[in-house]
T-cell receptor, first 115, second 109 residues
Framework: GAVVSQHPSWVICKSGTSVKIECRSL??????MFWYRQFPKQSLMLMAT?????????EQGVEKDKFLINHASLTLSTLTVTSAHPEDSSFYIC???????????FGQGTRLTVV | AQRVTQPEKLLSVFKGAPVELKCNYS??????LFWYVQYSRQRLQLLLR??SRESIKGFTADLNKGETSFHLKKPFAQEEDSAMYYC???????????FGSGTRLSIRP
């Protein structure tokens, strides 16, 4: 199957700083990318959907100014957690679908710890 | 609103026993249903989707629109089936994919 890679796999940052997480589709063009957040022992919660070249569509309750999403190319989407606080600590996962829009491929996830 | 419900957080069965992981959904349109699996320390991966009507690793799932269910079944569980299983729904209008809360399947030897 196609490969989606996230970077970094884990990051620790100080409260008040911003953190950028990258999501890349390595061998296909990702027309749509999804960002999820997963709390320990819980399911994936969809945060936002982004289409290449368009503004992201955020789910209800997700602050767009807090979680900045950029999908500037067909192979890269970034999630920036701005002014991070300890409650933003979580596992963030991206997934991507290609032009055929059938199967979604998942990144390995990024564990963010805000101290 | 669209929703995926997996009523069991944990399902434990003996090796060789049949397995059924339940999934119900709520969506007024034409749904596209998936089962994803996450093995220990690995990323989520697609197990099967309803439009393919295929059997993967001995697992099958049938979409029942009348009962709005998409239960995952396997007649004889194997130890390597132990994993976290997520039922997912894509709504065609928005192409969003949402997940159920997941069921941890534990196969006892």
């Amino acid at each position: 199957g196609a490969v989606v890679s996230q970077h970094p796999s884990w990051v620790i940052c100080k409260s008040g700083t911003s953190v950028k997480i990258e999501c890349r589709s390595l061998d296909f063009q990702a027309t749509t990318m999804f960002w999820y957040r997963q709390f320990p022992k819980q399911s994936l919660m969809l945060m936002a959907t982004s289409n290449e070249g368009s503004k992201a569509t955020y789910e209800q309750g997700v602050e767009k100014d807090k979680f900045l999403i950029n999908h500037a190319s067909l192979t890269l989407s970034t999630l920036t957690v701005t002014s991070a606080h300890p409650e933003d600590s979580s596992f963030y996962i991206c997934s991507a679908t290609g032009t055929m829009n059938t199967e979604a491929f998942f990144g390995q996830g990024t564990r963010l710890t805000v101290v | 609103a669209q929703r995926v419900t997996q009523p069991e957080k944990l399902l434990s069965v003996f090796k060789g026993a049949p397995v059924e992981l339940k999934c119900n959904y709520s969506y007024s349109g034409s749904p596209e249903l998936f089962w994803y699996v996450q093995y220990s320390r690995q990323r989520l991966q697609l197990l099967l989707r309803h439009i393919s009507r295929e059997s993967i690793k001995g697992f099958t799932a049938d979409l029942n629109k009348g009962e709005t269910s998409f239960h995952l079944k396997k007649p004889f569980a194997q130890e390597e089936d132990s994993a976290m299983y997520y039922c997912a729904l894509r709504y065609s209008s928005a192409s969003k994919i949402i997940f159920g809360s997941g069921t941890r399947l534990s196969i006892r030897p």
